[in-house]
């Protein structure tokens, strides 16, 4: 089990299946950790034959305007490398909330849970 050292930034583990990298937040993503995730996303995507991105939220409980504007922000970088983005397992209270702070994150296609954001990629559809 991998514990934060004092001092540096805690990354979130970016999977790699097959061509498609799998983020799963879970919990509180502080603001260093969210552009920490964007670099590194941007970079598995640039070095690699990644096609797709699921970003699965069913672990946040909150995604504030800072949160939301990294995850469209994501999208848009991954579009621009050939890559799709699909956020998994919004819950309706998030939901609530991006709506209540007018982000409509633009290049984000959404799913209810993993396999289906899987199976979003795999049909090539939006």
Not at 8 to 13: D, G, M, R
Not at 19 to 38: C, P, T, Y
Not at 59 to 86: K, N, P, Y
Request: proline share 5%; no cysteine; net charge negative.
């Amino acid at each position: 089990m991998n514990h934060p050292v004092p001092g540096q930034p805690v990354q979130v583990p970016v999977l790699a299946l097959g061509d498609v990298l799998l983020v799963s937040l879970q919990g509180e993503l502080h603001d260093g950790m969210a552009e920490q995730l964007q670099q590194d996303i941007t970079s598995r995507i640039s070095t690699s034959r990644v096609t797709g991105v699921v970003i699965d939220i069913s672990g946040v409980d909150i995604v504030d305007s800072f949160l939301g504007r990294v995850l469209a922000e994501i999208a848009s970088t991954a579009r621009l490398l050939a890559a799709r983005t699909v956020l998994a397992g919004m819950r309706p209270a998030v939901a609530i909330t991006l709506v209540e702070l007018g982000l409509t994150l633009p290049g984000l296609i959404t799913a209810l849970d993993v396999d289906r954001a899987m199976e979003v990629l795999s049909q090539g559809g939006s």
